[in-house]
């Protein structure tokens, strides 16, 4: 599936500049050429997607409801319906079973050397 | 005393003065120190002067010079580091107020470096809080303020090494240190009109450094010419033994060359949709292919591989900030943020998923083969730093500046080095950039091709009216 990042990926890039709302923010949809001030249009989404969403919106509302005022929780659904096409996007895309992640674990031995047990005999006591 | 001509000469200027015993590190010293005291806090520019151990290096420095131990081209030289490096007596506050009086016990590796090398620190440059960490909505995003643009005080810097924007191009410092994870170096240097460089991922070992990704922060310097960021790199880059993902000493390691290369530079053909593209920037930024023509490059049209890089980006920062900043969230302390994106941000990101986060990386790894086959037939990829010039300080940067950023996307995800110098201005006066990406390890592919520019223009020698 060619998934074309000019219709999911347009991001609200100084939003995320060094930032972790990148996730978020991208489901900022076509923003450009919008009249300063005006909130982006709402995505259309899938059911699938809808549901996805709300279950998101619904596990920080049940873990961390009471923070939040009324505004913030219009923000929280906003930010996370809006980043859905993101995903979607993000998951579209062809990857074969063989492709692995970029980022590697490395096993990990320590390199100082630890000083050998010491036995210590009282004297007289039998070795 | 030291007229302000001085403060805005280049570390390779100010270093021959120095090296000569014709300027001297201690009076140098103190007039940055006077100028940021003043003018600084006009703009927001510092967290913390850090005057007794300015003075205390640029004394030693001053001394070790005359005695004719001369360390090299930073020594007796003054600069500002983001508040994000550790730097031991003073606070680190990492822009924020739940970290507002944090210290730590050591310097950071960079500050050491530098210190090493006889550099003088200034002071902590203010930053966007956690460096954006938890995402944000004004330029306002900061323990100080927002910071102002040398060029039109109403403007911001651009984030989130704002503070380090705003002392190089008011003459502050000679150069400062900034962190990029993504944009946050490249943005501040195109906003402020200045030359900003973005190593290699792992090339500066980030031991001592705020954390916000694990596998994208970055390190690097932001000076007046592309000269100086080559010269400052050649001190930062070294393996770092308490960053696990510092590149082992020989890939780290980074000679700085001066050589002349015969570059074929790529122009990006769709770094920027032409919706988002100012006609201002535009304009510089023909202008600028055109210097580099004549100059001796080859110019070639290029695009970026079609995909969903900016989202696997994105998610990485995402989800490794949730989880670098886990307990300030958990705790409710991100309430204490001052930008009411930042006060939620980090909730949205812990509901991203392990198998989204692990799937962006395995993304990571197509994105990194089919970019690097793109070096195959340039040097380095060119375009504007960014579509438009500094905007207002009460700017809303989720609805009203919202565009794609694939050259920057891609570019950090992948650890490529960049450039971006000064191409220009608009007709407001306000300065636009253009940036060089290169090859992974290649990062003097990009200091050549700023500083083949840079032999032909004047737009780095431009002074803001401070």
Aim: with cysteine; glycine share 10%; charged share 20%.
């Amino acid at each position: 599936m060619n998934v074309s990042r000019r219709d999911f990926t347009i991001t609200a890039a100084l939003a995320l500049l060094s930032s972790g709302a990148a996730g978020v923010a991208s489901a900022e949809n076509p923003p450009a050429a919008k009249p300063a001030g005006e909130a982006p249009a709402a995505p259309t989404l899938s059911p699938a997607l809808q549901a996805e969403a709300e279950a998101r919106i619904q596990w920080i509302l049940a873990k961390y409801g009471s923070r939040f005022s009324d505004e913030q929780k219009a923000d929280l659904r906003r930010i996370i319906t809006g980043s859905m096409g993101g995903f979607e996007a993000l998951r579209a895309y062809p990857l074969d079973n063989s492709v692995e992640p970029a980022t590697i674990f490395r096993p990990y031995r320590s390199t100082k050397r630890r000083p050998s047990k010491i036995v210590t005999h009282e004297r007289g006591e039998k070795s | 005393m030291i007229g302000e001509e001085v403060l805005y000469l280049t570390v390779s200027e100010l270093a021959s003065r120095i090296k000569a015993r014709k300027l001297s590190p201690v009076e140098l010293t103190e007039a940055y120190l006077d100028r940021s005291a003043k003018v600084g806090a006009r703009l927001n520019a510092y967290v913390t002067l850090t005057r007794d151990r300015a003075l205390a290096e640029a004394r030693a420095a001053e001394q070790e010079i005359a005695a004719g131990k001369y360390r090299g081209p930073l020594h007796g030289i003054p600069y500002a580091a983001k508040d994000l490096l550790a730097v031991r007596g003073y606070p680190t506050t990492w822009g924020a107020k739940p970290y507002a009086t944090q210290t730590f016990d050591e310097d950071a590796n960079v500050i050491r470096r530098l210190h090493d090398a006889g550099a003088v620190l200034l002071g902590k440059a203010a930053m966007i809080e956690l460096a954006g960490g938890m995402g944000y909505r004004y330029g306002t995003a900061s323990l100080t303020g927002g910071a102002k643009n040398p060029w039109n005080e109403t403007c911001w810097t651009c984030g989130s090494s704002s503070g380090s924007g705003a002392i190089v191009a008011a003459g502050l410092a000679a150069f400062a240190i900034g962190t990029e994870t993504w944009g946050s170096i490249i943005c501040p240097s195109a906003y402020c009109g200045i030359s900003g460089l973005r190593p290699t991922f792992g090339r500066v070992g980030r031991s001592g450094a705020m954390a916000l990704s694990y596998s994208m922060d970055k390190i690097g310097p932001m000076a007046r010419s592309a000269d100086d960021c080559g010269l400052i790199l050649a001190t930062l880059a070294a393996h770092d033994e308490k960053d696990r993902h510092s590149l082992p000493a020989s890939d780290a390691a980074f000679g700085y060359s001066r050589e002349p290369r015969k570059l074929r530079i790529g122009r990006v053909t769709n770094a920027w949709t032409a919706d988002v593209l100012k006609p201002d920037v535009a304009r510089t930024t023909d202008a600028a292919f055109d210097v580099l023509r004549r100059a001796g490059a080859t110019i070639v049209d290029v695009q970026l591989p079609d995909g969903p890089w900016e989202m696997a980006a994105g998610v990485t920062i995402s989800v490794e900030g949730a989880s670098a900043f886990d307990t300030l969230i958990d705790s409710g302390r991100v309430a204490e943020l001052s930008d009411p994106g930042s006060r939620i941000g980090g909730y949205v990101s812990q509901t991203i998923s392990g198998a989204d986060y692990t799937r962006a990386q395995r993304l990571r790894t197509i994105i990194q083969q089919k970019i690097d086959a793109l070096f195959d037939s340039v040097d380095v990829l060119a375009a504007a730093s960014l579509p438009i010039a500094a905007t207002p300080m009460e700017t809303n940067l989720e609805t009203d500046l919202a565009f794609s950023d694939p050259l920057g996307g891609i570019g950090n995800f992948t650890g490529l080095p960049a450039i971006s110098v000064p191409s220009g201005f608009t007709e407001r006066k306000l300065p636009t950039g253009i940036q060089f990406v290169g090859r992974v390890f290649d990062d003097n592919a990009v200091l050549a091709a700023a500083n083949l520019f840079q032999s032909k223009t004047e737009w780095h020698r431009q002074k803001p009216p401070v």
